[in-house]
């Protein structure tokens, strides 16, 4: 059973940073592109970042690529999201996410696994 679990989220005010991991379990990590994706109550879930399985290829929104950086450790299983400079616009819950087609978390928000979310708060 593939499982993905976040962790790392909270409440932040603006200007700091947190670092969001998500481990995984389950799957062949070495093997897929990992990603994140993040969703507010008002808007659909949106790509933030990805990163191919043999770290050679990054990607992410424009909103975010000068303050975020994906990075992976494939001794533990787990991908990372530093996220620094925090905005209030940042605030959603933050999904972790494994697919065997590093282009597709990009171009259309697949995934072959999800994780839970784990909610990302700024304030002013």
């Known amino acids: 059973q593939v499982q993905l679990v976040e962790s790392g989220g909270g409440l932040v005010e603006a200007g700091h940073s947190l670092r969001l991991s998500c481990a995984a379990s389950?799957?062949?990590?070495?093997?897929?592109?990992m990603g994140w994706f993040r969703q507010t109550p008002e808007k659909e879930r949106e790509f933030v970042a990805s990163?191919?399985?043999?770290?050679?290829?990054?990607r992410y929104i424009d909103y975010v690529k000068d303050r975020f950086s994906i990075s992976r450790d494939d001794d533990k299983n787990t991908v990372y999201l530093l996220m620094d400079s925090l905005k209030p616009e940042d605030t959603a819950v933050y999904y972790c996410?494994?697919?065997?087609?590093?282009?597709?978390?990009?171009?259309?928000?697949?995934?072959?696994?999800w994780g839970q979310g784990t909610q990302v708060t700024v304030s002013p």
């Open positions: 996410a494994a697919a065997t087609q590093y282009g597709a978390m990009f171009s259309y928000g697949r995934a072959d696994y």
């Open positions: 389950g799957l062949a990590f070495n093997r897929y592109a």
């Open positions: 990163l191919s399985a043999d770290s050679r290829a990054i």
